[in-house]
């Protein structure tokens, strides 16, 4: 790949308030409040850690429904005099009480989904307060209470309703319960676009937090306010859950991508596998000789995602518990038999897992069944990057929108349901089981080229997440497209079945040929994701942010 030529695509003086560039700093995410307090903290000689840490409270309070205190999420952490890549894992946990079975009913079906996610069961011990604390404390520059008090001032200004928030009241305001539903419709009636909403629990909850530091969110007043919240909802969480949390520093999941080297979070990470794997797949398919709104193109990125999914269901799941076959997977041998697969002719109706344990012979299967359970969820993902050249990125979630749509009394914040990540029935590899992690699809990515970041990006949408990090990627990588037009060129998205979502834009004759391949497209176009994507022009020392349209967020230099 020539990096010259992708970067002279890059439309430098497009107005778009989606794109910007700089050479002191650059923050991206889905609101314009949180990218403009991350661009703010870098001007003002914060570094990447310190500016992530910001937004991710600046987010709590202008994007509560997607993210918050009470989320779960995964750090990625590039420190430029190291050149070194650590993931903090601020992933949510199974509480220690928690029953294999308790999202089964008396008649041992699984409970529906709504009904198991929105009970204190559906709340796993949130870890993103953690991870940030070990973050700041590890490679930040900024006190706790520093990176807090642009979230403070933003939380005492309010904020306006946008569409977003109208368009999840709207979709999804059943899932709220009384606490909730008295700060996001007032009088009985929803907040609407344009209205300025102060939440006045939460900025109290913000104070608290800078005054008394991480400690009162796991083992102060906070905790004590969470277990008690859970616990009126039938939940098992208690303060020994919260007491014992603590955020994981590991090292990342590397593989290379043609010319290029790319960087994800391990297990219980399955997005960052997922996409290595989809990747290694791709390149050997050469996806770039087809026009990038051929059938050819979408018929590869639907039997790639099939195809990954089928084993990211059979094996994936928390190392702690299993094995997971991750260098089996992704083994040249391994991967050549699963390319046998596409034939260009139909929707292949054999797509099964596979067998890697034989390219991973250290490692044991667990004799488990796959999860067959794939639920959609909403997150956020932001990124900052500072003169310094240190990138800092992070993809967290209250899994659903509105979480569980428990909001803690007093204190102004949901809980997530990140309990659902797991497969709710028995003997599954990723089924229920104390102290365990879910598998979560996030995908905070770092792609290098000759030991240099050129770009960080990551998306939220649940299982749709890697699907949006993928196409992006080779849009970018394999179609050297500007970066907001391979943010905004449409994506599909499937599982192991025929159903295909599509965003608007791909050609109808397209949809045509693959149905008669024997896939099916919703009946409606719908965006998925919100990528958000820095590039980096290593020579010139400037940085390309873009923002994806499906939400309000735009790029911010730290000019």
Not at 354 to 376: C, H, M, R, T
Not at 443 to 469: C, E, Q, Y
Request: proline content about 6%; some cysteine; hydrophobic content about 40%.
């Amino acid at each position: 790949m020539k990096i010259q030529d992708l970067l002279n695509k890059q439309k430098l003086h497009d107005p778009h308030p989606q794109r910007a560039c700089s050479q002191q700093g650059m923050a991206v995410s889905a609101t314009k409040e949180a990218s403009a307090i991350g661009a703010k903290v870098l001007k003002s000689g914060g570094n990447a850690m310190d500016a992530l840490a910001a937004m991710q409270f600046g987010l709590a309070v202008s994007e509560p429904f997607n993210t918050g205190l009470g989320s779960s999420g995964f750090i990625l952490y590039y420190d430029a005099k190291t050149k070194e890549t650590k993931v903090i894992q601020g992933h949510s946990q199974a509480p220690r009480h928690i029953q294999k079975d308790c999202f089964i009913d008396e008649n041992e079906n699984v409970i529906p989904f709504f009904e198991r996610s929105t009970p204190g069961t559906a709340v796993a011990i949130p870890g993103i307060l953690k991870a940030f604390h070990k973050g700041l404390e590890l490679f930040g520059t900024l006190s706790w209470g520093e990176v807090i008090e642009p979230a403070v001032q933003l939380s005492k200004k309010g904020v306006e309703v946008n569409e977003m928030w109208q368009t999840g009241l709207t979709r999804f305001g059943n899932r709220l319960g009384e606490e909730a539903k008295s700060f996001f419709f007032p009088d009985g009636v929803p907040l609407t676009k344009g209205e300025i909403v102060v939440n006045h629990d939460l900025t109290a909850a913000l104070e608290l937090l800078q005054q008394k530091g991480v400690d009162v969110f796991y083992r102060g007043e906070i905790a004590e306010a969470i277990v008690e919240a859970t616990k009126k909802l039938n939940g098992c969480l208690t303060a020994e859950d919260l007491e014992h949390y603590e955020a994981q520093v590991k090292t990342p999941l590397q593989a290379s991508y043609k010319d290029v080297d790319i960087i994800v979070p391990r297990p219980p990470n399955g997005g960052g596998f997922a996409l290595l794997y989809m990747l290694k797949l791709v390149e050997q398919l050469d996806i770039s000789r087809y026009d990038v709104r051929s059938w050819e193109k979408y018929y590869l990125i639907a039997e790639t995602l099939r195809i990954m999914t089928a084993d990211k269901l059979a094996f994936m799941g928390d190392p702690a518990f299993y094995d997971i076959p991750v260098d089996g997977l992704l083994h040249p041998e391994y991967l050549q038999k699963r390319l046998k697969l596409y034939n260009f002719k139909h929707r292949n109706d054999k797509v099964a897992p596979g067998n890697p344990w034989v390219y991973d012979e250290a490692k044991k299967p667990s004799g488990l069944n796959a999860q067959p359970f794939e639920i959609g969820s909403e997150t956020t993902h932001f990124i900052a990057a500072d003169r310094e050249g240190n990138i800092a990125a992070c993809t967290s979630s209250l899994e659903h929108f509105f979480g569980s749509g428990i909001m803690v009394p007093g204190y102004g914040f949901l809980l997530n349901n990140d309990m659902t990540d797991f497969d709710p029935s028995l003997g599954g590899i990723n089924s229920v089981e104390p102290n365990k992690f879910p598998v979560s699809m996030k995908t905070p990515t770092l792609v290098m080229k000759d030991g240099l970041p050129l770009l960080a990006i990551g998306s939220p949408g649940g299982p749709t997440i890697v699907a949006s990090v993928l196409q992006t990627l080779i849009h970018v990588l394999d179609y050297q497209m500007d970066l907001k037009d391979a943010i905004e060129e449409p994506r599909i998205y499937n599982g192991t079945g025929p159903l295909i979502w599509w965003e608007e834009g791909i050609p109808d004759e397209a949809q045509a040929t693959l149905e008669k391949m024997n896939y099916q497209f919703d009946e409606i176009a719908l965006s998925m994701g919100n990528v958000q994507a820095i590039l980096f022009d290593q020579e010139q020392k400037i940085m390309y942010g873009a923002s994806d349209s499906s939400r309000p967020g735009v790029p911010a230099g730290a000019e």
